[in-house]
């Protein structure tokens, strides 16, 4: 009795009349030692109990489905934990096993792969738009973290393809369009073109059953005609290779229908045009010998010219290599050739796949990293010798994306950088969702805001009426869109702060009238705008509250009183630069002006405070720095700034009349003098005055030390 039944008899739920099963035990027996296969068996026979009383919608028993899922990845001698999540990944999703049952039985790393493929089959393809597609693409591989999550959905993809027959006309259309759209170009992406080829052909023929079976017809047709011929050159081939010493297989290549229909289409040439043509493929030792072929062919038939593809020295972007050339064959028949040595043709075939293939002398628990890791070294390789960066580049973002990948509650895929939140998430959807965001759901679950994104999630942002943007926001946020979004929004809230400080303003100074903006009324209010030339009241009162207009002026012209002389812009908003928009006011402690070295103080209720640096009060920066900003002065400012200095002057009658006149004399006013002491012959005399900068108040301090009765000149701090 064979290694296979003696297995077969063992397994109490398999019948001897099992053929996928069998199948699968003689295709493991090939490659894997025994200790492996049995390890399997016992996967098949946890997931045959699971899936037991199960049926496929071909009637037969589920179990079948994951054994032809695994036989597929045993064909490309993909390694034991492959072949055992492959038997068990339906496993979680439809029976009552759970993850745990199965890393309990199996280890960790089954189960994670079982778990990539749960992952994968529970996010849904919805829409059918191109760019759609490749984000789905895209966020299919993200997903994964193993490769072989990928090569387990793409065999049971295949399976389905295979059974779908068995379904209903118009889930067969979609099933076959998705295949089309998404999986056929995910094999294709990772090299594995004897999948992409089948899932190509069979999404083909569900999808357009008429054009299918005409093609398939016709194709036929002429490889029965063409059968002596390629037969004929084979020989022949044979024949030259074989004068010349080099051993090589030589097979007459099959032609896929998808491809031929996919040329039809889109080069708009005739089936004869493509089924006419022969494809021949010769598979060699070693490359020398593949350069070696390529002379010989040569030498036999002419080459078309500008048909030559060197393929080997610069690989396709999936990895492949191949010489490819195209002969007048016998009677001016297009020949097309392609010569590669045996391991490029198992690249060619298996893509990625080859590289979590089987190897007898690997350590038996060599991680999925390391294997990772290997494969991109041997990526790495290929970039050296010649290949195009964009290989590289684009399958590091394909399997170690920046990028994750969620849902719309359309079903819409929103692309967003690694640690994205929720709130960067409804800012890519819009700005005013982003604004408004009050709360969000994951994959209907409610969640915190700051909560960061994953692969494959339905984000659904819930939002408030009047809900505006948390500062607090930015500490979290990971996309400019999101921190530009919110930044803007602080502006206009300054500008609205602003409105609410200038209706303050306006209405105190009224009431200090005796009146208020109530008893202005609305009827005077709107005159009043139009003679400003203002459309609303908030346009006003924000002119307050930026210090554009004054509120003792606006408040008489609203009352009727002194009407002549409205406050006109006074530009305080310009005088520091960066600070458009802002609520600006200049400190009363240590009073700057324009030259004065500068900072701004942040104040809730006042916008932006400036100090001189020399301030006592920046003493407050070290216990908040984060209210502080660096601010200069604009370079021409046209108003005046309070400022003050200290005078000692001796007590001579009619000094304080000489200081203040000497300070007239240099084109500033006094606004206030106070005496701050008075001894025996000296006074200390505080000068409030109206200066345009810092060299007028020089020159002012100047002229007043240079008086007689003047002892001592200063400022504070100064
Ligand atoms: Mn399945």
Not at 402 to 421: E, H, S
Not at 427 to 453: F, Q, S
Not at 562 to 585: D, P, R, Y
Request: charged fraction near 25%; charge should be positive.
């Amino acid at each position: 009795m064979d290694y296979a039944a003696t297995l077969l008899s063992r397994l109490p739920g398999a019948s001897r009349r099992d053929h996928g099963l069998r199948n699968l035990i003689a295709s493991l027996e090939s490659y894997l030692p025994p200790g492996q296969i049995s390890m399997i068996m016992q996967a098949y026979e946890f997931g045959a109990a699971a899936h037991a009383g199960q049926r496929r919608k071909t009637g037969e028993a589920y179990i079948s489905h994951p054994v032809a899922v695994a036989q597929n990845l045993a064909e490309m001698h993909l390694d034991a934990q492959a072949i055992a999540a492959a038997i068990l990944h339906d496993v979680v999703e439809d029976t009552d096993a759970s993850l745990d049952d199965v890393e309990e039985k199996f280890g960790a790393e089954i189960a994670q792969l079982v778990d990539g493929v749960s992952k994968l089959d529970q996010i849904q393809f919805r829409s059918r738009a191109e760019a759609q597609a490749e984000s789905f693409r895209k966020m299919m591989l993200a997903m994964i973290g193993d490769i072989r999550v990928i090569l387990v959905k793409l065999a049971d993809r295949l399976h389905n393809m295979k059974t779908l027959d068995a379904m209903p006309a118009e889930k067969r259309t979609r099933i076959a369009r998705e295949t089309l759209d998404i999986y056929a170009p995910i094999a294709n992406r990772l090299g594995i073109n004897r999948m992409k080829v089948e899932l190509q052909d069979l999404g083909f023929r569900y999808l357009y059953p008429m054009r299918y079976r005409v093609l398939d017809r016709a194709l036929r047709k002429s490889k029965g005609s063409q059968r002596q011929i390629v037969k004929r050159i084979s020989e022949e081939f044979s024949k030259t290779l074989s004068d010349e010493g080099i051993e090589g297989d030589i097979v007459g290549r099959e032609k896929h229908l998808y491809s031929i229909y996919k040329k039809m289409a889109e080069k708009r040439r005739t089936l004869r045009d493509i089924v006419d043509v022969y494809g021949f493929r010769i598979i060699v030792d070693d490359v020398g010998n593949c350069y070696k072929v390529l002379g010989l062919v040569h030498g036999l038939y002419k080459p078309v010219p500008g048909r030559f593809k060197d393929y080997i020295a610069i690989p396709r972007v999936n990895g492949y290599q191949s010489l490819h050339t195209t002969l007048f064959g016998p009677k001016g028949l297009p020949l097309e050739i392609q010569i590669r040595t045996r391991e490029m043709d198992r690249v060619a075939e298996s893509g990625v796949a080859s590289h979590w293939q089987y190897k007898a002398d690997d350590p038996a628990d060599a991680t999925p990293q390391r294997r990772a890791r290997e494969w991109l070294a041997n990526l790495d390789e290929l970039q050296r010798s010649g290949t195009s960066e964009e290989f590289l580049e684009s399958v590091k973002v394909d399997l170690f994306p920046d990028r994750i990948y969620v849902f719309t509650p359309k079903g819409d895929i929103m692309p967003l950088p690694k640690g994205a939140t929720t709130v960067d998430f409804a800012y890519a959807v819009h700005t005013d969702i982003g604004n408004r965001c009050v709360a969000a759901k994951i994959d209907r679950g409610l969640v915190p805001l700051r909560t960061p994104l994953e692969n494959g999630q339905s984000v659904e942002i819930i939002t408030g009426r009047g809900a505006k943007p948390n500062p607090n926001w930015l500490t979290f946020v990971r996309t400019a869109k999101a921190r530009t979004a919110i930044r803007q929004y602080m502006k206009q809230m300054r500008s609205s702060e602003s409105i609410d400080l200038g209706k303050r303003l306006l209405d105190r100074t009224l009431k200090d009238l005796g009146s208020s903006l109530r008893k202005v009324g609305k009827v005077r209010m709107k005159a009043a705008l139009e003679e400003l030339g203002l459309k609303e009241t908030s346009d006003l009162f924000e002119q307050h509250g930026l210090g554009e207009r004054l509120a003792p002026l606006t408040a008489r012209f609203l009352l009727g009183i002194n009407a002549e002389g409205v406050a006109e812009t006074s530009k305080a908003s310009l005088v520091i630069a960066g600070t458009e928009g802002m609520v600006v006011s200049y400190a009363k402690c240590c009073y700057p002006i324009p030259g004065d070295d500068v900072m701004g103080y942040l104040s809730s209720g006042r916008g932006v405070v400036i100090h001189r640096n020399c301030c006592g009060n920046l003493i407050n920066f070290r216990k908040q720095p984060e209210k502080w900003i660096a601010i200069s002065w604009e370079k021409d400012i046209d108003i005046e700034f309070a400022s003050q200095i200290q005078t000692d002057t001796q007590n001579r009658p009619g000094v304080l009349a000489e200081v203040a006149a000497t300070i007239a004399d240099c084109g500033s006013n006094i606004e206030q003098v106070e005496v701050l002491g008075r001894h025996e012959d000296c006074s200390v005399l505080s000068f409030l005055l109206q200066v345009r900068d810092r060299t007028h108040l020089a020159q002012i301090m100047r002229n007043v030390r240079n008086m007689k009765n003047v002892i001592r000149v200063s400022r504070d701090c100064a």
